[in-house]
């Protein structure tokens, strides 16, 4: 399983982004996008990776830390194997390199130890 985000860049205080985060390729045991859990994370240099988002394998269930809540939207599209994270008001303390991460199972999980599979990650800058 190869995942690969996108959409991160420079922005204002108070501006928007959406990061897209696309899936390709099965489990061993033959799974793909439309039966992971799927999450997001983030990290800044010399501090642990930090949950933000996450979804079960519908969307229909969704969970946010409490740093994003409100502001921060999951949301999935099987039929494009694509995970998005719509991110407004953002603040300068949410510039991070942002990771999305994908394991089979049901509901959603918080814990990056719980997710097999990671993308490279896209940056996010946010201007104060």
């Known amino acids: 399983v190869q995942l690969q985000a996108s959409g991160g860049g420079l922005v204002q205080t108070g501006g928007s982004l959406r990061l897209s985060c696309a899936a390709s390729?099965?489990?061993?045991?033959?799974?793909?996008?439309?039966?992971?859990?799927m999450g997001w994370f983030r990290q800044t240099p010399g501090k642990e990776r930090e949950f933000v988002a996450a979804?079960?394998?519908?969307?229909?269930?969704?969970t946010y830390a409490d740093s994003v809540k409100g502001r921060f939207t999951i949301s999935r599209d099987n039929a494009k194997n694509t995970v998005y994270l719509q991110m407004d008001n953002l603040k300068p303390e949410d510039t991070a390199v942002y990771y999305c991460?994908?394991?089979?199972?049901?509901?959603?999980?918080?814990?990056?130890?719980?997710?097999?599979?990671w993308g490279p990650g896209t940056l996010v800058t946010v201007s104060s």
């Open positions: 979804c079960n394998w519908s969307g229909g269930i969704t």
């Open positions: 991460a994908a394991s089979p199972g049901v509901g959603v999980t918080t814990e990056h130890i719980r997710y097999d599979y």
């Open positions: 390729g099965r489990t061993s045991s033959g799974r793909t996008f439309s039966s992971f859990r």
